[in-house]
C-alpha cells in the first residue's frame, strides 16, 4: 500500500516537473521543442529517467499511457505514437510513428521507423530527404515480443514475436513467429 502512494505521489512530482517542457513544445505540437526534449530526457539514468521519460511522453504523445516503461536511450521521433498499457521499451530504440498495443515488449535496439518510404530518388537518380518523404504509422499489435536490434517498417499483428536483428518488411499476420532480413513467418497460428 505504502509504495503505492509513494510511487502515485512520485509520478504526479515528475508530471509537474515535466509539465513546462511539454508546454514548450506545444505538448508534442511544434516539432523541434519536441525533439530537442525528448533528446534531453531519453539520456536520464536509472528510475528518475524512466519517470521521466513515461510522464514527458504522456504529455506530448496522441496516447501513452503511464504504466508503461522507457528505458535510457530510447526516444519517439514522432509525437503521433499510440502506446498502450504495460508496454516495454528497452533501451536505445527510435520509434517512428506507431501504434504499440498492450503489454507488447520490445527489446534494446529496435527500430520502428514510420514506413518503408520516408526517402525517395528522383528521377537524376538523388535522393531526397526526409521532408519528401511519405511517413506512416506501424501497428504492433498487443501481446508482441520484437528481438533486440530488429527493424519493423510494417505493421506487426497481435501475440506475435519478431526474432533478434529481423527486418520487418512485409505485415506480419497474428500469433507468428517471424525471423531473418527480410522477416519471414517460420511459425503461423495453429501450427
Not at 8 to 31: H, N
Not at 122 to 133: A, W
Amino acid at each position: 500500500m505504502l509504495k503505492r502512494i509513494l510511487k502515485s505521489a512520485s509520478m504526479i512530482a515528475v508530471l509537474a516537473a515535466v509539465a513546462l517542457p511539454a508546454a514548450a513544445s506545444a505538448f508534442g505540437r511544434w516539432t523541434i521543442p519536441y525533439t530537442l526534449f525528448a533528446h534531453l530526457f531519453a539520456t536520464v539514468p536509472g528510475l528518475p529517467g524512466d519517470y521521466l521519460r513515461i510522464a514527458y511522453y504522456k504529455l506530448t504523445l496522441s496516447e501513452c499511457a503511464l504504466s508503461s516503461r522507457i528505458s535510457f536511450g530510447s526516444f519517439f521521433a514522432h509525437p503521433e505514437v499510440r502506446l498502450g498499457p504495460n508496454v516495454y521499451i528497452g533501451s536505445y530504440c527510435i520509434i517512428g510513428k506507431t501504434e504499440v498495443g498492450a503489454r507488447t515488449q520490445i527489446a534494446s535496439g529496435v527500430q520502428i521507423v514510420s514506413g518503408s518510404h520516408q526517402h525517395a530518388r528522383r528521377e537524376e537518380g538523388r535522393i531526397t530527404g526526409s521532408h519528401e518523404g511519405v511517413f506512416t504509422s506501424v501497428s504492433i499489435g498487443a501481446d508482441c515480443w520484437i528481438g533486440a536490434a530488429a527493424v519493423v517498417m510494417s505493421d506487426v499483428g497481435a501475440g506475435s514475436t519478431i526474432g533478434a536483428g529481423s527486418v520487418v518488411s512485409r505485415p506480419i499476420p497474428p500469433n507468428s513467429v517471424a525471423v531473418g532480413s527480410p522477416a519471414r513467418v517460420i511459425r503461423a497460428a495453429g501450427q
